[in-house]
C-alpha cells in the first residue's frame, strides 16, 4: 500500500505541476487561462484574480504534497471539487468553453475533462484516506523506482487527455451518448 500511496501522490503532484507550468509559461497561456475561466462563468473583474488563485492553489498543492501530504490531498480535493463544479457547469448550460487547464488551448471542455476530474478525486480521496490510515513512507528502492514510472504514465494520460480524445474521436456527431445517423 506504501508504493501505491506514493504513486498517488506523484500522480497528482505532476499533474498540478504540469498545470500550474502550462498557465504560467508565458502571457498567452495565461490570458488564455484567464479567458477560459470567463467564459465558464467567471466575472471579468474577477478572471485575473481567480486565474492567480488557481496557479498558487496548485502550486501549493504540490508542496504540500511533498511534505505534509494529508493537507495536500485536502487541498487537491477542494481544487479538484471547484474544477469539476466549474466543467458540470459549463457542459449544462452549452457554453463553448475551452478547457485551458494546462496552458492555451482550443479543445472544448467535454466529458471526458468530467471524466478526468473524477478519476483525479478518485485517487486523491484514495490518497487521504491511505495518508490517514498511517500507511508506512516506503523504503526499498526499486518500488519507489517502479511507483515513480507508474505515476509519470498515469500523470501523462492525464495531461494529454485532449490530445488523446482527439486522437481517437474519428469525427461521427455524437447526441446523448447516441450516434447520429444520417437519413438517406
Known sequence: MAYVLLAVRLLV???????AIGKVRGAVAFRSFENSARSMGVPA??????AVAVVAGECAAVVLLALW???GFVLTLLLLAAFTTGIVRTLRSGTKA???CFGASTV????????????LLALAAFGLA???????????AAGVLIAAFGALVGALLV?????L???????TPRTSGRVRRSAS
Open 45 to 50: 473583474r474577477l478572471s485575473r484574480t481567480v
Open 69 to 71: 501530504p494529508a493537507p
Open 159 to 163: 495531461i494529454f487527455t485532449d490530445e
Open 13 to 19: 503532484g505532476i499533474v498540478f505541476v504540469a498545470s
Open 130 to 140: 491511505a495518508r490517514l490510515a498511517g500507511t508506512p513512507t516506503p523504503t526499498e
Open 165 to 171: 480524445g482527439v486522437l481517437f474521436d474519428d469525427g
Open 108 to 119: 472544448p471542455i467535454g466529458r471526458r475533462h468530467l471524466v478526468r476530474n473524477t478519476a
Open 98 to 100: 475551452s478547457c485551458a
